[in-house]
């Protein structure tokens, strides 16, 4: 079957790319409100795109309808906010963080999630979380029905457990994160295994 996107209904597109392109990791952001409350909202349009300089990206769209989401408004405000990701332990959290409350409502709160104060940004991380990163806005791409956030990695924190002894790689027996599929479905990151490159002296004839 053949798609041409530039044709397809909006819904349509939504549909095939984000049952395609996945498991798409999860960003759990929390952010601060103008009045100082904590919110917090799952988004799977994410990914870390550069190491230097540290760069993660948020695809956030609108609510359905049609307003910003608060995330987008709080980031615009301040500048900041944290990626926390998350494993079975926040599956709970992320799931009402996504139910879209009102904007005085703390997602975080309601969830009864132990929040901590940022090191270097204003909005709070998740304990729970393997592992949070403090963001700083790097620049916002706009599109009519899409804002695209960079951010700049600040600060992480970072589960122990999550590390192997010399605290320089990521412990598989122990960071297994949720992924988005599509709708309703996830995948957990807990069957690991190790694929090694053919040398290529093997394969290219002398």
Request: net charge negative.
């Amino acid at each position: 079957m053949e798609f041409d996107l530039t044709k397809l209904p909006q819904q349509d597109c939504y549909r095939l790319l984000t049952n395609f392109v996945g498991p798409r990791p999860i960003a759990l952001v929390t952010t601060r409100s103008p009045s100082g409350a904590n919110n917090g909202a799952p988004m799977s349009f994410f990914n870390v795109f550069s190491h230097d300089p540290a760069i993660l990206a948020l695809g956030i769209q609108p609510r359905a309808d049609g307003w910003e989401k608060d995330t987008v408004s709080n980031i615009r405000r301040s500048g900041q906010f944290t990626v926390n990701m998350v494993d079975m332990a926040l599956s709970r959290t992320m799931l009402i963080c996504g139910l879209g409350v009102g904007t005085d409502v703390d997602e975080l709160d309601l969830a009864s999630e132990r929040t901590a104060p940022g090191r270097q940004v204003e909005s709070c991380w998740l304990p729970a979380s393997p592992c949070a990163m403090e963001c700083r806005v790097d620049r916002l791409i706009e599109y009519p029905r899409r804002v695209i956030v960079l951010g700049e990695v600040l600060h992480m924190h970072v589960r122990t457990d999550c590390l192997d002894g010399q605290g320089r790689y990521v412990n598989p027996s122990a960071y297994h994160p949720i992924a988005r599929l599509h709708a309703d479905n996830y995948i957990v990151a807990d069957q690991q295994f190790e694929l090694k490159a053919p040398r290529l002296d093997d394969l290219v004839p002398e």
